[in-house]
């Protein structure tokens, strides 16, 4: 089985992957230092949770936005699963899509694979938003080449400048308010309307843009964790895909075995 490995900005999600179906799936807080054994002894015993044994991965692929990470990974997979990894976006697993930006070495891995997985999951014109520590929105054509995109400040990095930066204002969770009213009558009450509906009309406000300069219908993916909530607020969404990354990355995967 295939152990892919999305290491962000906040957290690191590894995932079971047999035959393109997540079998399952574990996320750690990303911190660089953590070591490869530090790694194995969690993940034996997850695995073993689940079913599963070190034995039973037999390749790793990896895609990461944090290089300091990266080592302490390959050293995983080489230690412990007695693979080499593959990493994202290197030989043997190039993109295999074209990046039309002006400076396609700075994209991150995770937005790439994001925009493998969606045009291969939905043809046509894309805007794939990703929750994440930002927010990104992702523009993908039919061809399926890269556009290019926005990158905002995501929601829970918001609240907490907010909260850090005002020495008055308490910690709230991200949340739709309970009342349908944008007049707030506490702190409490004014902190979730800006906060949750100030995002929902800064999403809704930039897809508009978006779809308007794109000039075709265009799907709206979302994929991260706040995705289930923001989606029963808005219907800007076409579609949610929890698993975009890992499916790109199980999808990359595949495309190397076959070259």
Known sequence: MLLAIDAGNTNVVFALVDNGKIRARWRIATDSRRTADEYAVWLNQLLTLEGYSIGDVSDVIIATVVPRALHNLQVLASKYFKVEALIAGEAPVEW?????????????????????????????????????????????????????GIIA?????????????????PRIAIEAPES????????????????????????????????????????????????????????????????????????????????
Request: glycine share 10%; aromatic share 6%.
């Open 180 to 259: 349908k009213s944008v007049i707030g009558r506490t702190t409490e009450d004014q902190m979730h309307v800006g906060v949750f509906w100030g995002y929902v009309a800064m999403m809704e406000g930039l897809v508009s843009r978006l779809k308007t300069e794109i000039g075709r219908s265009a799907e709206v993916l979302s994929t991260g964790g706040l995705a289930v909530l923001f989606d029963q607020h808005t219907d800007i969404f076409d579609a949610i895909a929890p698993d975009l990354t890992i499916q790109g990355l199980a999808l990359l995967h595949e495309r190397s075995l076959n070259n």
């Open 96 to 148: 295999g899509i074209t990046l039309d930006v002006e400076e396609p070495g700075s994209v991150g891995a995770d937005r790439v694979v994001n925009a493998i997985a969606a045009h291969h999951l939905h043809p046509g014109d894309l805007i794939v938003i990703d929750f994440g520590t930002a927010t990104t929105f992702d523009v993908i054509d039919y061809n399926g080449a890269y556009k290019g």
């Open 153 to 169: 400040p995501g929601i829970n990095l918001s609240l907490d400048a907010l909260v850090m930066a005002a020495a008055k204002l």
